[in-house]
């Protein structure tokens, strides 16, 4: 069977951990979209972990750890980040890359750069990894396949090629030195070398295993809101991070996904710009951004200080649609113990109308968040394992919330270790 985890809202909902503790009783992890553009923070027994490429299956020595065709794979991030596993003494884990996946090249972080830096002030707060240049290239038809890598001659003609039309922006638009083909062809053959040994037909090889009864998890990174299509758009990323693109990005069919669990996490945070209607400022939002996520709201990737608001149930409930939630992990739960009341976004007000509908970005920009305000419940609820444990009021929030986004919240995380979890099967 194949079970997607992936996010509601802006990413950084704690998929990461989830994806850490589901891979116990999986078999096949797959990154499924992506670059290393973003982050996903894991703490387990070897230690805290920010991945940005690897699946998060990689710390059980029972799983495949799969880089699907539809990721941004910056191979010398990946190589980079499984020497990072196993100086801390995590077992080399079984990893296989797509030969259909395309290679983030090192002009693609330039471009990124040299983008951000002309838009100056409009600029979108990319982490200059390369991730729009490097799709926008993939469906220009003009990006590199792993496969191609091992095709010298074709490789050839079309460094050639690609570096002429590179040429012509970096020179006359950017004002910055030109590609040199030989070093691009160098950079590849680089490549080779190093991603030679995980390369496969990964979407057969998932086939099987689905023969075979095999259980295999979907990653996505970010979520519904950072989608190019359903998400605040221009304000997202690349490629889509909905369970359904999951079928695509991992070459399987859509109809293996049976189970999508959505990651909501119990208050907003988002990094970069872009709309955020439930955003805090000032001293309240300090001290959310100081007590939230583990260690505090900074990104994995780039330490960048996230954005932080009060949980957006109208944001919530179209980002648990958009995935097709089946069940909902609810996450981060333990930081907003220090809360003598919890304000919750329940609405968007838009020019003067109260909608529980999640709009356009052109909408959303004038949108205000209407509040309702839940009685906190003062208290460390951290090392509690059974749902009847909660206090009262904290299961209040918890259900008040699930009835406003209206899916099954059915794992409670409070806690940022793989123990730290509360099962409520059947939810609502
Ligand atoms: P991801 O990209 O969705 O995996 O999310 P990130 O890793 O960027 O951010 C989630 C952060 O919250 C990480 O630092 C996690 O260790 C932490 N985390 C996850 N679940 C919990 C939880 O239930 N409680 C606390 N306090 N932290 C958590």
């Not at 609820?381 to 206090?391: E, K, S």
Request: aromatic share 10%; hydrophobic share 35%; net charge negative.
């Amino acid at each position: 069977m194949v079970k997607a985890v992936v996010g509601a809202n802006w990413g950084d909902e704690g998929k990461g951990k989830i994806t850490d503790m589901l891979s116990e009783h999986a078999d096949m992890i797959v990154r499924f979209q992506g670059g290393a553009n973003a982050g996903h923070t894991i703490k387990n027994k070897y230690g805290k972990f920010a991945l940005h490429t690897l699946p998060s299956g990689v710390f059980y020595s029972h799983t495949t750890n799969i880089i699907g065709n539809g990721v941004a794979l910056d191979i010398p991030k990946l190589v980079e980040e499984i020497r990072s596993l196993t100086d801390k003494g995590v077992p080399k884990p079984k990893i296989l890359v797509s030969d259909r996946a395309q290679v983030v090249m090192s002009y693609h972080m330039l471009f990124d750069q040299y983008e951000e830096e002309r838009l100056g002030k409009a600029s979108f707060g990319s982490t200059k990894s390369g991730i729009a240049p490097f799709y926008s290239d993939k469906y220009a038809k003009i990006g590199f396949q792993v496969s191609e890598l091992f095709a010298k001659d074709l490789l050839e003609e079309k460094v050639q090629r690609v570096c002429e039309m590179k040429n012509i922006m970096l020179e006359h638009f950017y004002h910055k030195p030109v590609l040199d083909p030989q070093e691009i062809l160098d950079e590849l053959l680089r490549y080779r070398e190093m991603i030679e040994p995980y390369v496969a037909d990964v979407s057969s090889y998932l086939a099987q295993g689905l023969k075979e009864g095999k259980t295999v998890l979907l990653e996505g990174q970010l979520g519904t809101l950072k989608d190019p299509d359903h998400g605040i758009y221009p304000m997202v990323t690349s490629s889509s991070t909905l369970a359904g693109y999951g079928a695509v990005g991992a070459g399987i069919p859509p109809r293996e996904i049976s189970q999508v669990i959505t990651v909501c996490k119990a208050y907003s945070s988002a990094v970069g710009a872009g709309e955020f209607v439930s955003e805090i400022f000032g001293d309240e939002a300090d001290e959310l951004r100081r007590r939230g996520g583990d260690g505090g709201e900074f990104g994995a990737t780039t330490g960048r200080p996230r954005r932080v608001g009060w949980f957006d149930c109208v944001a919530s409930k179209y980002g648990c649609r958009l995935q097709g939630t089946d069940e909902v992990a609810f996450t981060v739960l333990d930081v907003l113990g220090y809360l003598d009341e919890i304000p919750v976004c329940v609405g968007y007000e838009i020019d003067g109308e109260v909608t529980t509908e999640f709009p356009t970005t052109a909408k959303l920009r004038r949108a205000k968040p209407v509040l309702e305000t839940l009685p906190g419940w003062k208290c460390d609820i951290t090392g509690i394992r059974d749902y009847g444990a909660l206090p009262e009021n904290c299961r209040k929030y918890i259900e008040f919330i699930e009835k406003s986004i209206g899916y099954p919240i059915t794992m409670v995380s409070n806690g940022p270790a793989r123990e730290d979890i509360i099962y409520r099967k059947g939810g609502k």
